[in-house]
Every structure is written in structure tokens, then in C-alpha cells.
């Protein structure tokens, strides 16, 4: 396990964009038989997504959540030094779409700027990276972008993956900071476990081609192609409660505090049985793990942000956020947990787009 502690830097701001389209769980039922929709539906916690049009790209959603972060705080576009976009659904191939959000964003030319491809572990990894430079000289703050619109990736006639994903962009503005005292991440990767969640052809291992797009029905009667999401479900949800669980005790011990002076976890919104199913078995009281995923279901690297966003605007919601624990999960695989804190974070509400 990588294990990195930071001195003096924290999360001032968090902004978050979604699309205005609704796809709603229910009308799922040419895919999901009547009779277990309801049960599907409250087993995963996911009603309803957003879905991105065909013209809206990730980068477009973050690019909105990070025009709300700079009106809503009065940020100097000349003070941020770097920009990381977080995503698996880029606006091409090459370049990386970073370096135009920094233009499109009006910031400055010697603004660093990079693309870090990564699911939903995303988040807790890229607050690692955006923390490792803010801790060094001539660096003040970072802009840490994390999207995705997954639904462009999903097969409709796949019951596993149609129900869980949906589309959102986030902005995250980390900066030097005497009062944020010490935070804590914990990193992890297990290759073995690739094929557990991935999209088999579109890459250079098995190039885009007439067979990757030849519709295949699975032994469960699912319809997808080779650059369609494949997920299987079962070896997501064992990799989760035998891994995370661990991990999450592994950093708590070593950031010197107990599981009780946790206030919040954040869990990627993976699907509700599972998170649930984490936060027993930690013992940690479900009234201090927010959730979104009900409204706006599984959307990888942005879950955690847009968690933040719709969950803790209000500030009577959640008002004790010293200690925040941060836990991404998934494709890879790979697995993140991050101790910080968020007493002085300024959280925009949800724009739409």
C-alpha cells in the first residue's frame, strides 16, 4: 500500500455540473421483468440518472462546474498553476483534453495541465496528485476536474451495467493552507482484476473494428458490443467488501485517529447494497454516509464530488466535517482511501446543463 501524508493543504471549493435529461430506472421495464424492477431498483439504490446529449462531452460538464466554482468564490483564473482532468471518456484519443479546458477556461499558459485516466477510484487518486503538487514551492492551487459520461459507454440492452450509470462533471479547487492541518491517502492497485470492468476493444490491445461492434448476447441474455461497458457484477461487489473494508481500517490506524472520530464517509456511489453493506461492516452509523446515487446513480470519478455537492451545500446538513473519509473503488482494479478535512470547504449547489 502507498500511504502519503500532506502538511498544510486542503480542499478549498467544489463545484458540480449534471445534465438536465432524466432517464429514469422504471423505464427499464422491456429490460428488467415487472416484477423485478422495484426489487432491482431498491437493492441498488439508483431510481433515476443523468444523461448527457449526444453533443455534451465530460469535459463540457466539469467546464460548467468550474465556471460555477470560480463565480461562486471569486477565484483569480491567474492564481490556479495547474488543471488535472480525471476521466475515461476524454473528448479524443489525442490530445488529452486538458490542456483545452485550460484554454476554454481562460487560464493562464504556464497553467500544468494533464489527463489522468482512471474510473472510480479517480477522485481519491487525482485529490492525491492535486495534493502532491500544491505541497511544492511555486505551486498554489490546483484545479482537479473529474467527469464522466458513462452512458455514452453502456449498452441499453445490458441489465447489469444500464441500470447503474449515469453522466456528471465536477470541479475541486485544492490549495496551501496552514488551517487544513494533515490528511492522508492511501493508494492501491491490483491488475489481475482487469477484466472484472472494462471495455474490450476501442483501445490499441483490440483496435476499434467491424467485429468489436458485432452485438453478442451473453449467457444471461444481455446485449452488448465489444466497446460497451462489460461489468461483472458479482466480481465488482466481492473485490469491494474484501478490499475497501481493509483499507479504510488500514488508513484510520495509521492516520493515528479511531473509526469514532470519523464524521463522514464518502463512499463512490457504487450501488447502495454495497455501500451499505461496507458501512456495517465497518460499524460506522449509516446517518453520517451521505448518498446521491438515488438522483444521479453511479457516475465513476465524479461520484465523490457530487456526493459533496447535493449532500453537503447545506450547511445544517452534515455539520461536522473535521475528520472526512474519502473511499474510491472500481476498475483497474484500483482502490483509494483519503482522511481530510472539509470545516472550511466551500460547496456550490448543483447546476444543471
Not at 498553476?81 to 484554454?103: G, W
Not at 505541497?135 to 490546483?142: A, I, N
Request: some cysteine.
Amino acid at each position: 500500500m502507498a500511504f502519503i501524508t500532506f502538511e498544510n493543504v486542503g480542499i478549498k471549493a467544489v463545484a458540480a455540473c449534471v445534465p438536465q435529461k432524466i432517464s429514469s430506472n422504471f423505464d427499464l421495464r422491456d429490460l428488467i421483468p415487472d416484477n423485478e424492477v422495484e426489487k432491482t431498483v431498491n437493492a441498488i439504490g439508483i431510481r433515476e440518472k443523468r444523461f448527457a446529449d449526444a453533443d455534451v462531452c465530460s469535459s463540457d460538464l466539469c467546464y460548467k462546474a468550474a465556471e460555477k466554482l470560480f463565480e461562486d468564490n471569486q477565484i483569480d483564473r491567474e492564481s490556479i498553476d495547474a488543471l488535472i482532468f480525471i476521466t475515461s471518456t476524454p473528448d479524443y484519443k489525442q490530445p488529452a483534453t486538458a490542456p483545452s479546458l485550460q484554454y476554454r477556461l481562460g487560464l493562464k499558459k504556464a497553467t500544468l495541465s494533464f489527463d489522468v485516466n482512471l474510473a472510480c477510484s479517480g477522485y481519491v487518486y487525482g485529490l492525491s496528485i492535486a495534493f502532491s503538487f500544491v505541497s511544492q514551492t511555486g505551486v498554489d492551487k490546483v484545479l482537479l476536474l473529474a467527469g464522466e459520461t458513462l452512458s455514452k459507454t453502456v449498452s441499453q440492452k445490458d441489465k447489469v451495467t444500464a441500470p447503474l450509470f449515469g453522466d456528471a462533471g465536477t470541479a475541486t479547487l485544492i490549495e496551501k493552507g496552514t488551517n487544513y492541518g494533515t490528511s492522508y491517502f492511501s493508494l492501491n492497485s491490483d491488475g489481475s482484476g482487469v477484466d472484472i470492468l472494462n471495455m474490450p476493444y476501442g483501445g490499441y490491445r483490440n483496435p476499434s473494428c467491424a467485429v468489436g461492434f458485432e452485438e453478442k448476447t451473453d449467457q444471461d441474455g444481455n446485449i452488448l458490443h465489444g466497446e460497451h461497458l462489460h461489468m461483472d457484477g458479482m466480481g465488482i461487489f466481492n473485490f469491494g467488501i474484501k478490499l475497501v473494508p481493509i483499507d479504510i481500517k488500514y488508513t484510520i490506524e495509521r492516520s493515528g485517529k479511531s473509526l469514532s472520530e470519523i464524521d463522514i464517509i464518502l463512499f463512490h456511489q457504487a450501488n447502495k447494497m454495497m455501500t451499505d453493506f461496507l458501512a456495517k461492516r465497518l460499524k460506522f452509523d449509516l446517518k453520517n454516509v451521505p448518498y446521491c446515487l438515488e438522483k444521479y446513480g453511479n457516475t465513476g470519478p465524479a461520484s465523490i464530488p457530487l456526493t459533496i455537492v447535493t449532500q453537503m451545500h447545506n450547511s445544517e446538513s452534515y455539520p461536522n466535517r473535521k475528520n472526512v473519509l474519502m473511499s474510491g473503488f472500481g476498475a483497474g482494479l484500483s482502490w483509494g482511501t483519503a482522511i481530510t478535512t472539509m470545516e472550511e470547504s466551500r460547496i456550490s449547489e448543483v447546476i444543471e446543463y
